[in-house]
Structures are given as C-alpha cells and as structure tokens.
C-alpha cells in the first residue's frame, strides 16, 4: 500500500493519512548562480505534518482504480493500512515511502525521514551575453524612442561640451596672463601723477623759421 501512496504523493503533490499526517511536496524554482555562471535546476522539497484527522479523497479514488475495487473497499483498506502502520511505528518500527522517505517515531512524534534520490537534472553553464549595440525601444518622459537615437544624442552633447570648456578655459588663461603682467609691471614702478607712462623727457628744438618779418 505505501507503494500506491507514494506514487500518488509523486502525482499529486499532496497527501493526507488518519493517524500518520498529511505530506505535501514543494518545488522550488531554478536559481541562478551568477558567481559560479551556472543556473540550478529546480527542487522537490516533501513538507510533513502530525497533525491530520481525515483521508483524501483522491487517494481512495487512485488505489480504487490502480487495485479495480470499488470505492468503499479502496477506503476501508487504505484505513486498516494506516492503524497497523500506527502500531508498527509506535513500536519503534519505520515505514519506507519509496522515493519520498521513511516514517518514524522518536521523543516528540512522528517524523518524515526524507530521501535525497537520484538527481536527473544537473547545473547548466550560464554566461550572461550583453549586446552593446543591441536596438531597443525605450520611453523618454511620455515619448518613445530607440536606445540608439538616445546613445546618439548623448554622444553629441559629449563632443558639444567639451569646445564650451575649453573657450572658458582659454579666456580664463588670457585673464591671468594680463593681471600677473600688470602686477609685474607695478611691482617695479610706483604709480606718479604724470600717469603710468614714460617718465623720461627728451629735448624739443624749435624749428627753423620759414618767414620773415620785413623791417
């Protein structure tokens, strides 16, 4: 009978059993692995529980077709399969589910042993592509476009800024050659009240005349 029951478990993903506990399997999704560049396949984790007082339905319904007897019979035994297990684990005994795990009894209750099984499904290598150049649509505040036209208007204002900051730069340089001039210039000659000029004077001749005054 445990037979049946773990095959139906398998299928269905869940299991309920008067005396023994409800068993319920969980599969986690693949994982990536970034890291390592693999991706893990997904994983069947089986959940137990003490607490259970009824019979599934789907189970009567399963061993009455695999065992062709009718439904109450399908019950009744699957019922006397469950208080004999009862006993057998209160005696310290363990029941195996095949490919599902082994039912024993220690100080708190009834716990699930769980198998790790075969493992048909091994990591794949996982490298990441990046398409550098690769054309795609995206939204610009409330406008479409192609992330090729931005990457182009990006790359203009890269080229635009650059000449702003180099005129700056240049009258910048231009300003401070003047005022390191001007403060070499003044560092050597006061200012006087003819001015910043030439202080020195040179001769004037007049000029011969070019009249005569009649006598």
Not at 15 to 42: E, N, R, V, W
Not at 49 to 58: H, M
Not at 125 to 130: G, Q, T
Request: proline share 4%; glycine share 6%.
């Amino acid at each position: 009978m445990q037979d049946l029951i773990a095959s139906y478990l398998v299928q269905k993903k869940e299991c309920t059993l008067p005396l023994l506990g409800s068993f319920k399997i969980q599969s986690s999704s693949a994982a990536l692995d970034i890291a390592d560049k693999k991706i893990h396949p997904f994983k069947n984790e089986t959940i137990y529980s003490e607490s259970a007082d009824y019979l599934s339905p789907g189970l009567i319904t399963y061993v009455a077709g695999v065992k062709n007897i009718n439904y109450a019979l399908a019950e009744e035994e699957i019922n006397n399969w469950c208080l004999h297990t009862k006993m057998k684990l209160d005696s310290g005994e363990k029941i195996n589910f095949h490919s599902v795990g082994n039912l024993g009894r220690n100080g708190t209750g009834i716990f699930l042993e769980t198998e790790t099984g075969l493992n048909f499904f091994e990591p794949v290598l996982a490298e990441r592509v990046i398409h550098k150049n690769d054309e795609h649509a995206v939204l610009v505040g409330d406008k479409e476009t192609t992330s090729a036209a931005m990457n182009e208007f990006y790359r203009e204002d890269d080229t635009v800024i650059p000449k702003r900051i180099s005129w700056k730069v240049w009258a910048i340089s231009l300003a401070a050659v003047c005022l390191v001039t001007l403060l070499f210039y003044f560092s050597i000659r006061k200012p006087s009240e003819t001015g910043i000029g030439n202080d020195s004077s040179f001769p004037v001749k007049q000029p011969a005349a070019t009249y005569s005054v009649p006598q």
